[in-house]
């Protein structure tokens, strides 16, 4: 393909059937001459929303959501939210997230990290919680949870920023959710 390229061919190539992941790319869309194109959602993914159940003044259904496929929602899950900040291992926790449902904010330090350490002081779910305005995202595995079928990192969801603004502004009432 680098040489049809070379010849004045336009070469469209995939780049691979390695899923949803960031920097799998196999051949031939690794050739440097190669416009490589790939598909970001699978057919068979689904959508989970996000239920929040009270208080009545955030409470529905809330669709634009992401699941993260090393921290996978298996089952539905329901509980308080309790937001614990950052989340990032040098970052103090606002609130115990033990029991509950740990509400944190995205950015500083790896998506992984947060989960994990979530995970571990006992959250039941994991929400991350965008900082900034647009669509959910899927959020990549930077080694802190293994992959499934051996993950021990509990159900995550990513958020909008602007659902994550609600939930803050109402944590006290207090929110209670249903993955």
Same mark, same amino acid.
């Given at each position: 393909?680098?040489? /049809? /390229?070379?010849?004045?061919?336009?070469?469209?190539?995939? !780049?691979?059937?390695?899923?949803? *992941?960031?920097?799998?790319?196999?051949?031939?869309?690794?050739?440097?001459?190669?416009? @490589?194109?790939?598909?970001?959602?699978?057919?068979?993914?689904?959508?989970?929303?996000?239920?929040?159940?009270?208080?009545? !003044?955030? /409470?529905? @259904?809330?669709?634009?959501? &992401?699941?993260?496929?090393? =921290?996978?929602?298996?089952?539905?899950?329901?509980? $308080?939210?309790?937001?614990? +900040?950052?989340? #990032?291992?040098?970052?103090?926790? %606002?609130? $115990?997230? &033990?029991? *509950?449902? !740990? %509400?944190?904010?995205?950015?500083? #330090?790896?998506?992984?990290? *947060?989960?994990?350490?979530?995970? $571990?002081?006992?959250?039941?779910?994991?929400?991350?919680?965008?900082?900034?305005?647009?669509? &959910?995202?899927?959020?990549?595995? =930077?080694?802190? #949870?293994?992959?499934?079928?051996? +993950?021990? #990192? *509990?159900?995550?969801?990513?958020?909008?920023?602007? %659902?994550?603004?609600?939930?803050?502004?109402?944590?006290?009432?207090?929110?209670?959710? @249903?993955?």
């Amino acid at each position: 393909v680098s040489n /049809a /390229a070379r010849l004045g061919v336009v070469v469209v190539a995939s !780049a691979g059937n390695s899923s949803d *992941k960031p920097y799998v790319v196999g051949s031939p869309g690794i050739s440097p001459d190669v416009i @490589t194109v790939a598909q970001t959602e699978v057919p068979g993914a689904q959508a989970i929303p996000l239920v929040v159940n009270s208080p009545p !003044a955030i /409470a529905g @259904t809330y669709g634009n959501t &992401a699941t993260i496929d090393w =921290a996978p929602i298996v089952g539905t899950t329901t509980g $308080d939210v309790v937001y614990v +900040g950052q989340g #990032c291992l040098a970052d103090p926790y %606002l609130a $115990d997230p &033990a029991g *509950k449902v !740990a %509400l944190i904010d995205r950015g500083t #330090c790896n998506v992984s990290e *947060k989960v994990r350490r979530a995970s $571990d002081a006992g959250a039941t779910a994991i929400i991350i919680g965008l900082v900034a305005p647009g669509d &959910a995202v899927w959020s990549s595995n =930077a080694g802190q #949870c293994p992959e499934p079928p051996n +993950g021990t #990192c *509990k159900p995550s969801i990513v958020i909008q920023q602007s %659902l994550s603004t609600a939930i803050k502004q109402n944590i006290a009432a207090p929110v209670n959710v @249903t993955i």
